[in-house]
């Protein structure tokens, strides 16, 4: 019978298959971090149970840290959420890239990078945002923390099998459109519950063309669509970005690996529950409007007034985003001023997305009115867009250098957007009170941050970027 | 964990759609290292005012509807962040029972885990109970997890779709991972042959 890659590799890693009971999956990968962990260990200790594989344990700090003075934690319950972190880990036996560890940061970032992200695994994650490490071809969810405890407890969770969507994203991206343009574009038109109850694959030759950063950005935010997961097919470009990152198979071992990956596609008559097409050269540079991922438009468009929705119930929604927003409706998206720049996240802090923002803002200033900082995802991005330069091309236009974490993505450290302030934010929400209460989120790609942080508003990021690099540069990362 | 059967008590409404675990609490609350005493920071944001007063406008802020123990709210509600915090809040602050149009995937398994009965029920199912209201309060609705069923005051019976094998961990509020741990040799077996099989 034919299969989808999301039938491989979840049969794969059924343990336990019975009637009217869900299936008991095998987790390969279990990454940690210092927010939602903390109960889980505790929960082990009052049953007086271990960590059945602490080998197939990955832990990190990337929530409450602070990205000025990282040893510094001010907030005292950040402090011993961070120390709880590092007493579990010692005394469960877990590896922790801890504060001191050049290989600390986003758990998101340094998953791929450090090679623990394979295809063909099972990764989970007590963080939603897990779904990024399926642009490997692996299975990869976010859980809470009593899941967190029972894959300590047991390496294995029960889970239903999902419902199977094909996104199929076909066509040549215009100029200046990014992998964020298409999964905000694709939130914008099918909304933020379309992937409730799916695992989605994104297939397609815009996706094949995507480097390994570009396909994480993509499956990173399809839990901003709902998604249980996402998934892309491994192929050459995959397996050149593990080629010889620390944990990944080497030589002999590392071929092996390659072919049996190269099976993990789906079967050319497999069938889905649902099939969306899209073509990717109707996409443009997009930015967010309002206080969901769905309310976004592209930079020509025009927010919407009060009264533009047919139902009741969405008028009030709409009122209330707008009201949020500090919009009336019928604003342009080109004339909204940011004072906050945010280049970031476990959605675009990779070192493709800091190069790319690079080309925009070369040689020019950071517009008076903002504050733009750069949060590398990973100490190892940080070192790297260093030794490329990086970092005194942002500080010369006037951008801050910060160390990695999760920082304003959420404001769970002190980088936080006042209240009533606009930030222009490579993050994956805009839900109220993200940022910090009040804030204004709107969420762009990397080189539409640059472009605001230059203009001081929202800008076309086509009318800036160097027209010579009309393919932006599909560099493979770190 | 105690076993969940039925519930009776008044609902409280959220006529909202897609309220996300950022507004059922944020992040600033996120950062103790026990379960207990979230319910004070439940939809902080939207029950507190930036200068610490109560926000009268809030649904949820009338002495009635703290007596709710039901929630009653739109489409997709707990979507976003996967924290557990979102039911252990929802939870302590006295909500047994959550009703909506539909829940995100993580937020739905989340309440499951911590004994809060999240029930689906059709836009229209929901709108009728709206009318059985007395002041801001949907008068007792009595759940029966074991039928499947919520039934008004005025008699009309809701059905609604509940996965077996949760439903039973559940009704008998059962230890996950003991009953996991019952597993062991299937585990190792798979284990095993993983090694092997590479």
């Known amino acids: ?478 | 964990m105690p076993g969940f059967k039925t519930h009776s008590g008044s609902a409280a409404v959220l006529d909202r759609d897609h309220v996300d675990t950022d507004q059922i609490i944020p992040k600033q609350f996120l950062k103790k290292i026990d379960k207990a005493g979230y319910g004070e920071f439940l939809f902080f944001d939207w029950r507190y005012h930036s200068n610490g007063e109560e926000n009268e406008n809030f649904e949820l802020n009338s002495p009635e509807t703290k007596e709710a123990s039901i929630l009653v709210t739109g489409k997709n509600f707990g979507c976003g962040s996967s924290r557990e915090h979102a039911p252990w809040a929802l939870k302590d602050y006295g909500f047994q029972v959550i009703i909506a149009e539909s829940f995100a995937d993580i937020f739905f398994n989340n309440c499951v885990k911590n004994g809060i009965l999240p029930i689906r029920l059709s836009k229209d199912e929901i709108k009728t109970l709206q009318k059985e209201m007395s002041g801001k309060l949907i008068r007792t609705l009595r759940v029966d997890l074991d039928q499947q069923q919520v039934e008004n005051e005025k008699g009309e019976v809701f059905h609604f779709e509940f996965d077996p094998y949760w439903k039973k961990m559940l009704l008998n509020g059962w230890d996950e991972i003991s009953i996991t741990l019952q597993q062991e040799a299937s585990i190792k077996k798979y284990e095993d042959e993983r090694i092997v099989n590479g």
């Open chain 1, 1 to 478: 019978m034919s299969k989808t890659i999301i039938d491989k590799l979840w049969d794969r890693h059924i343990v336990v298959k019975e009637e009217n009971k869900p299936d008991l999956l095998y987790i390969d990968l279990h990454l940690i971090h210092e927010v939602t962990s903390p109960q889980a260990f505790a929960g082990l200790r009052e049953k007086n149970r271990t960590v059945r594989r602490p080998d197939l344990c990955f832990a990190t700090m990337d929530h409450n840290i602070p990205t000025i003075n990282r040893f510094n934690i001010k907030d005292e319950t950040s402090r011993l959420q961070v120390q709880t972190l590092e007493k579990n880990c010692e005394e469960f036996g877990i590896q922790l890239e801890g504060l001191n560890s050049g290989q600390q940061g986003i758990v998101h970032v340094i998953g791929p990078e450090l090679g623990l992200t394979l295809p063909g695994k099972t990764i989970v994650c007590g963080d939603s945002h897990t779904s990024t490490h399926g642009a490997f071809g692996a299975l990869s969810f976010g859980i809470g923390t009593s899941e967190v405890e029972h894959v300590l407890a047991t390496q294995t969770l029960w889970q239903n099998k999902p419902k199977q969507m094909n996104v199929k994203i076909d066509g040549e991206l215009g100029f200046g459109v990014t992998a964020k343009d298409v999964i905000l574009w694709f939130i914008a038109k099918f909304g933020t519950n379309v992937g409730t109850g799916y695992i989605i694959e994104f297939s397609g030759s815009t996706v094949r063309k995507f480097s390994m950063e570009e396909r994480m950005t993509l499956c990173n935010m399809s839990i901003e669509a709902g998604a249980k997961a996402s998934v892309v097919s491994p192929d050459d470009v995959t397996f050149s970005y593990i080629s010889g990152k620390r944990y990944a198979p080497k030589d002999q071992e590392f071929l092996e690996s390659c072919k049996r990956w190269r099976e993990l596609r789906s079967d050319e008559n497999a069938t889905f529950d649902q099939t969306i097409e899209i073509d990717a050269s109707e996409i443009e540079p997009m930015v967010t409007w309002g206080t969901t991922p769905s309310m976004c438009l592209p930079i020509s468009g025009v927010i919407p007034a009060e009264d533009s929705s047919p139902s009741a119930e969405e008028k009030q929604s709409l009122k209330n985003a707008l009201q949020y927003m500090g919009f009336n409706g019928n604003e342009k998206i080109e004339d909204i001023p940011v004072q906050h720049v945010f280049i970031g996240s476990c959605t675009n802090s990779r070192l493709s997305d800091l190069l790319q923002a690079s080309k925009v803002v070369e040689g020019k200033k950071v517009h008076p009115e903002v504050r733009a900082i750069i949060v590398p995802g990973s100490q190892a991005v940080k070192k790297e867009a260093e030794n490329l330069g990086l970092h005194q091309m942002f500080i010369d236009a006037g951008f801050e250098w910060r160390e990695s974490g999760c920082s304003m993505c959420l404001g769970m450290n002190d980088d936080i957007v006042p209240e009533g302030e606009r930030c222009a934010s490579t993050s994956n929400r805009n839900f109220a009170g993200r940022q910090g209460k009040g804030a204004r989120t709107h969420l762009v790609s990397p080189i539409m941050a640059a472009a605001a942080a230059l203009e001081g508003k929202f800008t076309d990021v086509r009318s800036i970027l160097p027209k010579k690099e009309q393919e932006v540069d599909r560099y493979a990362g770190v």
